[in-house]
Structure formats: C-alpha cells, structure tokens
C-alpha cells in the first residue's frame, strides 16, 4: 500500500508524462468547464466516470454517494444538481448505479451496519414495494443486482421530483434524466430504458412546478 509521500510522487511523475505527452491537456482543462451531463453515482472506487464514459474531466460534472441516492433532504446532491442545470445547463443527467454494490447489499442483508443504516433507509424502501420480485431470482447474487437495477430506477424518478428539474422544464430547458447500472465485471454500461424529459412524463401527484 503505497504511503501519502508515494501519492505525492506518483501525481509528479502523472503531470509530467501528460505535459510531455499532450502539451494542451492542462491549458485546455483548466478553462471554463462546459459539461453536458451530470452524473450522480455511487462512491465505489471501481467506478470512475470519466473513464467509463471516454470523456475528459471537464466534460462530465460528478456527484457521488454510497450507492448513488437521490434523498430529498441532501443538501449536497441537490446543490450540484441545482448548480449543474442552472449554471452549468447540462443536458443530460445519468444515474448510474452498479452490480454488486456494497451498499445495495447492505440494504438487503437485515444486518446492522452503523450509521450507514439510515442512509440506505431509501433503498430498504424500493425492496419493500419489490421484494415478491426480487426474492423469486435464484440467488442471492442475482437478488442484489436487481435491486441495483429497482435502487437506480427510483432515483431517476427521484431526480424528476425536485423543485430544480421541474423549474428547468417549466422554463423550456433541455434535459433528460437517464438510469444506467455499471458491470465491473466487464466495464460496460446497461441501460435500464428509463428516460425522463419533461413534466408531462412526471405523475401528477408529484408535479410541483
């Protein structure tokens, strides 16, 4: 396990190969960002965005959970995604979630795990509504994922819920909101088909704009 010192070298050595190799990287990164999708997934270390997607850093803005929640009461995503889509005017926001993911299992073991409990409180829920379908996969593997997929489709409706989408719809902004789950296993990306692009596809009860 290399040491804080050892970091610090590796980021030396980093910054020198990209000036050597791609003297524009840096001059080019460091002017304005104009991303065009936000992507809010989970904290896991095996699933960076920019590399998953082919995009430089600047070209996707990021926020990241344990296994990538959209709570209504979250300060921090809310603000990025409020920053995303009123400043920055992305066009896309991709929730994507991953197979296998800790916290999802957590969720679903019924073991105590600390403070992260409440956390994944919202999680507990999605099982509730679908547990008939998620305990009829034939193992326990095959359980997580699915709710992987359940836990990923709820935050796009999630997403769709807040003030901040709405009010963006409302004024005719462009935006589409996108459930996608990650396989480490192979790095490619599965798109669950959920899309979500304006108020009219929102249930009335949760239209507040």
């Not at 990538?68 to 979630?97: P, Y």
Request: one cysteine or more; a negative charge.
């Amino acid at each position: 396990m290399p040491d804080i010192s050892q970091l610090l070298e590796n980021n030396r050595r980093w910054s020198e190969r990209i000036n050597r190799e791609e003297p524009d990287y840096f001059p080019t990164l460091s002017k304005q960002q104009s991303p065009e999708f936000l992507w809010i997934g989970c904290s896991d270390s095996r699933v960076p965005a920019n590399e998953i997607l082919g995009l430089l850093p600047g070209e996707v803005f990021v926020h990241r959970n344990v296994a990538n929640l959209v709570h209504s009461s979250d300060l921090n995503c809310l603000s990025v995604l409020e920053f995303a889509i009123h400043t920055l005017r992305v066009k896309h926001v991709i929730v994507c979630g991953h197979y296998g993911c800790g916290g999802v299992r957590a969720a679903l073991d019924n073991s105590s795990h600390g403070l992260i409990d409440n956390w994944l409180t919202k999680i507990r829920h999605t099982y509730a509504r679908h547990s008939e379908e998620i305990d009829s996969q034939p193992s326990h593997e095959a359980k997580v994922d699915r709710l992987c997929e359940l836990n990923v489709l709820d935050q796009v409706r999630s997403v769709s819920q807040t003030t901040i989408v709405q009010e963006a719809w409302a004024r005719g902004q462009e935006l589409h909101i996108h459930g996608w789950c990650y396989w480490l296993k192979n790095g490619l990306v599965n798109d669950l088909g959920i899309r979500i692009s304006g108020l009219e596809e929102i249930p009335p009860a949760y239209r507040v704009v």
